[in-house]
C-alpha cells in the first residue's frame, strides 16, 4: 500500500539537543512539506519542497532544517535553536501543490517532547 | 495576515442532531479543501472545492463554497459517534496558491 511513513511516534529530546525526524513517502509525489500542530491550533507550515535538491522556508522555519536528497525522503531536524520545540509534527505530501487542487496526504505524525 | 477563519472551535451535540462549521477567508480562494483528523490521530483529506457556489455531498456530509470564494462550510447530517473529531478547512489563495489552514472545529457527539 502507498503511504507516508513518519518515524518515531513518540520521541523525548533533551533541551539542547538537536533531533531528526523522519518522513518516507511511497506515492511518488513531487512535493512534500512539513508542519507543526500545538494544541487547539491549526496547522503551520515549516518547510516545503517541490523537487529533490529544493526546498523553502515556511511561516514558522527558524529553528529547523530540512534536506530533500531523494524524491521519497524529506526529513526534519529540530535544532537547539528551536525556542518551543514540544509539538505534533506532520509530514505530507502531494503530486502538485496542493494549491492547484490536489489534497494533501498526510503521515501519522511525531510527537516531539522536551524534557 | 491574510487568515482562514473557522468557527465554533468547538461544537458539541447530541447523536442524531446535525452540525455546521463555518470557513471565511479575508482574500478570494482559489480552492478550498476540508480535512479531518481523529483525536489522536492525522488529518485525513475529504474534499475539495473549486467553482463558485460548488456544492458537493459525500453521504450525510454537504460542503459548500460560496459564490465570492471566500467562504465555505461543512455540514453533517444526523451525527454518529464516527464523526468525533476536528474538521479542518485549508483554503488556497487565488494570487499566489499558498494553503491556509483554518484552526478547525472540534465535534464532541454526546452519546
Known amino acids: 500500500d502507498g503511504g507516508i511513513t513518519q518515524s518515531p511516534k513518540y520521541l523525548f529530546r533533551k533541551e539542547g539537543q538537536n533531533v531528526t525526524l523522519s518522513c518516507e513517502q511511497n506515492?511518488?509525489?513531487?512535493?512534500m512539506y512539513w508542519y507543526r500542530q500545538d494544541p487547539g491550533q491549526g496547522l503551520r507550515l515549516i518547510y516545503y519542497?517541490?523537487?529533490?535538491?529544493?526546498?523553502q522556508k515556511g511561516d514558522i522555519a527558524e529553528g529547523y532544517s530540512v534536506s530533500r536528497e531523494k524524491k521519497e525522503s524529506f526529513p526534519l531536524t529540530v535544532t537547539s535553536a528551536q525556542k518551543n520545540p514540544t509539538a505534533f509534527y506532520l509530514c505530507?505530501?502531494?503530486?502538485?501543490?496542493?494549491?492547484?487542487?490536489?489534497?494533501?496526504?498526510f503521515g501519522s505524525g511525531t510527537r516531539l517532547t522536551v524534557v | 495576515g491574510q487568515q482562514v477563519m473557522q468557527i465554533p472551535q468547538y461544537q458539541h451535540v447530541q447523536e442524531g442532531e446535525d452540525f455546521t462549521t463555518y470557513c471565511n477567508s479575508s482574500?478570494?480562494?482559489?480552492?478550498i479543501q476540508w480535512y479531518k483528523q481523529r483525536p489522536g490521530g492525522h488529518p485525513v483529506f475529504l474534499i475539495q472545492?473549486?467553482?463558485?457556489?460548488e456544492v458537493k455531498k459525500q453521504k450525510r456530509l454537504t460542503f459548500q463554497f460560496g459564490e465570492a470564494k471566500k467562504n465555505s462550510s461543512l455540514h453533517i447530517t444526523a451525527t454518529q459517534t464516527t464523526d468525533v473529531g476536528t474538521y479542518f478547512c485549508?483554503?488556497?489563495?487565488?494570487?499566489?496558491?499558498?494553503?491556509?489552514f483554518g484552526k478547525g472545529t472540534r465535534l464532541h457527539i454526546l452519546p
Open positions: 485549508a483554503g488556497a489563495r487565488s494570487r499566489d496558491d499558498k494553503i491556509i
Open positions: 505530507a505530501s502531494s503530486i502538485e501543490n496542493p494549491g492547484q487542487g490536489y489534497g494533501y496526504t
Open positions: 482574500t478570494t480562494l482559489s480552492n
Open positions: 506515492l511518488n509525489h513531487d512535493a
Open positions: 472545492l473549486v467553482k463558485s457556489g
Open positions: 519542497s517541490q523537487i529533490v535538491n529544493d526546498f
